[in-house]
């Protein structure tokens, strides 16, 4: 195997995302194509470091929900919309975060 690069901890890798939900590369592309992972940043190393994609740290996470869910024999719509779902209640948790947030909270976020 060759040495894995150096990189922002922050970003992971396709081979990252490989090896948290045991998939292959391939199917990281899929996946990617079928909008169950982000699409990943394209960056250059310059020569001899290449090219690589650099995904959000939260695509590791997504990457091993669609692993366990396609374990149980769900399809890549019925997953989709599980993300769709997800991501809803996120947004809206956010919101009543921050709706719940005290008047004088809210004011200095503004400044």
Known sequence: MTERRRLDPSFATTTDIMEAAGITRRTVTAWINAGLLPRP????????????NRFPMSALGQARFVAA??????????I???????????????VRSRDAAPKSARASRRR
Not at 71 to 77: D, R, V, Y
């Open 41 to 52: 940043i394209k960056i250059s190393l310059g020569s001899p470091g290449g090219v690589f």
């Open 69 to 78: 869910k396609r374990a149980e024999g769900l399809s890549l719509e019925q």
């Open 80 to 94: 989709a919309e599980l993300l769709t779902a997800q991501a809803g209640a996120a947004a809206r948790s956010k």
